[in-house]
Nanobody, 111 residues
Framework: VQLVESGGGMVQPGGSLRLSCAASGFIFSSYDMNWVRQSPGKGPEWVSHISSGGGSTAYADSVKGRFTISRDNAKNTLYLQMNSLKPEDTAVYYC?????WGQGTQVTVSS
């Protein structure tokens, strides 16, 4: 099983980034997926969830209206479109399926 995040980087406040998570080694289309983030000195924070078929999504209040989760089951890939980024969005972002975790991708929002 492998989950590989990409797309992180440094962006100014108000900017946008699109994270991707490439999945392999399991039946991606059968699993609900999550994005979880962790900032320095803080515990993990759940960000967003999407059902296995993509028809149901949920967001933390802190990102609702700014982030959009999606998936392409044909490409075994999970996405997180992040708009109107704020400094408090700075964190390592992880994709998660059941007990499987990626290595994370760093997002830094700073002027």
């Amino acid at each position: 099983v492998q989950l590989v995040e990409s797309g992180g980087g440094m962006v100014q406040p108000g900017g946008s980034l699109r994270l991707s998570c490439a999945a392999s080694g399991f039946i991606f289309s059968s699993y609900d997926m999550n994005w979880v983030r962790q900032s320095p000195g803080k515990g993990p924070e759940w960000v967003s969830h999407i059902s296995s078929g993509g028809g149901s999504t949920a967001y933390a209040d802190s990102v609702k209206g700014r982030f959009t989760i999606s998936r392409d089951n044909a490409k075994n890939t999970l996405y997180l479109q992040m708009n109107s980024l704020k400094p408090e969005d700075t964190a390592v972002y992880y994709c998660n399926a059941d007990s499987f975790w990626g290595q994370g991708t760093q997002v830094t929002v700073s002027s």
